[in-house]
């Protein structure tokens, strides 16, 4: 069984009258990546600044497995933060920002610049070292903001939102970066709202809504969580009433896709015949087909359940 490289139990955080997180517990195994998710406002940046020592929690305690510097905190050469908000020297120099970071971080000069020019050669930006960063694209841009913060190679490292302005292609190229970083034996807690990256990426997931966990565990054991409904997705010529599609039984949400299909969550073992045929008295269906329950199902499907039993208790 893996070590446990960090231990969160119950930490809560108020600001005025908002509390941002809310008891939260969770622990982090040396060697995975874990995934740390939930919608805008759900307290997730605020569980990582905690993480970090950039703000303390109210109750709670969190506790790393990691060497202790002499006042007893951890060393920051062994943690790794790349900030939702990105704030590097526009006007520095490419590599010499990366050398300045990673001295920051305890690395001498000269381990620095070879790592620094390690990792440029890694991202296609060696051409481009001397080169200002405001002259860079946001995605690269983005590129050296996360080198930046893991070129020291930290036992921990913290990533918020790492996919951020980044197209599909550079996007697969940092699932690939990520792993490898976990590889080189960095663990990772990350936080995304790209679903389908971080189901490839995650050893586990914590689900987070209103400061609190609603779900937390392995992606396997998530989707058996979830294997009480399944999804059919619907091709349709023109629009679909879904408030009326989802009245039937059978339905526990429906949503419509970016490509224009509608996403239909069934309980598992329903008939769709009844359901079909009032759809297709509506709208033509040209195509019909089911899927595999996704971490993005599941995802929208326990937030706007937490959502909602959370808005009733408010009510009651």
């Given at each position: 069984m893996l070590s446990k490289i960090l231990e969160v139990d119950g930490i809560t955080k108020d600001f005025q009258s908002v509390r941002a997180v809310d008891r939260l517990?969770?622990?982090?195994?040396?060697?995975?990546?874990?995934?740390?998710?939930?919608?805008?406002?759900?307290?997730?940046?605020?569980?990582?600044?905690?993480?970090?020592?950039?703000?303390?929690?109210?109750?709670?305690?969190?506790?790393?497995?990691?060497?202790?510097?002499?006042?007893?905190?951890?060393?920051?050469?062994?943690?790794?933060?790349?900030?939702?908000d990105r704030g590097l020297y526009k006007d520095m120099p490419i590599q010499r920002t990366l050398v300045y970071m990673g001295i920051l971080r305890g690395m001498t000069r000269q381990a620095a610049t070879a790592a620094a020019g390690t990792w440029l050669e890694k991202i296609g930006l060696h051409d481009r070292?001397?080169?200002?960063?405001?002259t860079l694209s946001k995605g690269n841009q983005q590129k050296v903001q996360f080198v930046s913060s893991i070129l020291h190679a930290p036992a921990f490292a913290?990533?918020?939102?790492?996919?951020?302005?980044?197209?599909?292609?550079?996007?697969?190229?940092?699932?690939?970066?990520?792993?490898?970083?976990?590889?080189?034996?960095?663990?990772?807690?990350?936080?995304?709202?790209?679903?389908?990256?971080v189901e490839r990426l995650a050893d586990r997931v914590l689900l987070m809504n209103h400061g609190r966990e609603v779900l937390q565990g392995t992606i396997t054991s998530i989707k058996e969580k979830a294997r009480s409904t399944h999804t059919v997705l619907v091709t349709v010529d023109g629009p679909a009433d879904l408030d009326a599609i989802r009245v039937f039984p059978a339905v526990v949400e429906a949503e419509r896709m970016t490509d224009g299909r509608l996403a239909l969550h069934l309980k598992k073992g329903e008939r769709l015949n009844e359901l079909l045929a009032a759809v297709a008295s509506k709208v033509t269906i040209t195509a019909v087909h089911s899927q595999p329950v996704t971490l993005h199902e599941i995802y929208v499907q326990t937030?706007?359940?937490?959502?909602?039993?959370?808005?009733?208790?408010?009510?009651s």
């Open positions: 517990s969770f622990q982090v195994h040396e060697g995975e990546i874990f995934a740390l998710l939930g919608p805008n406002g759900a307290g997730k940046t605020t569980a990582a600044r905690m993480l970090l020592g950039i703000v303390k929690p109210d109750s709670g305690s969190i506790r790393y497995a990691l060497a202790e510097g002499a006042n007893g905190r951890v060393r920051a050469g062994d943690l790794g933060y790349l900030p939702e070292a001397s080169d200002k960063l405001e913290v990533l918020d939102e790492p996919f951020s302005g980044l197209d599909p292609i550079n996007q697969d190229f940092f699932v690939e970066v990520i792993r490898s970083l976990r590889d080189g034996g960095t663990t990772v807690l990350l936080s995304a709202h790209q679903m389908d990256l937030v706007r359940a937490d959502s909602a039993r959370q808005h009733q208790e408010g009510r």
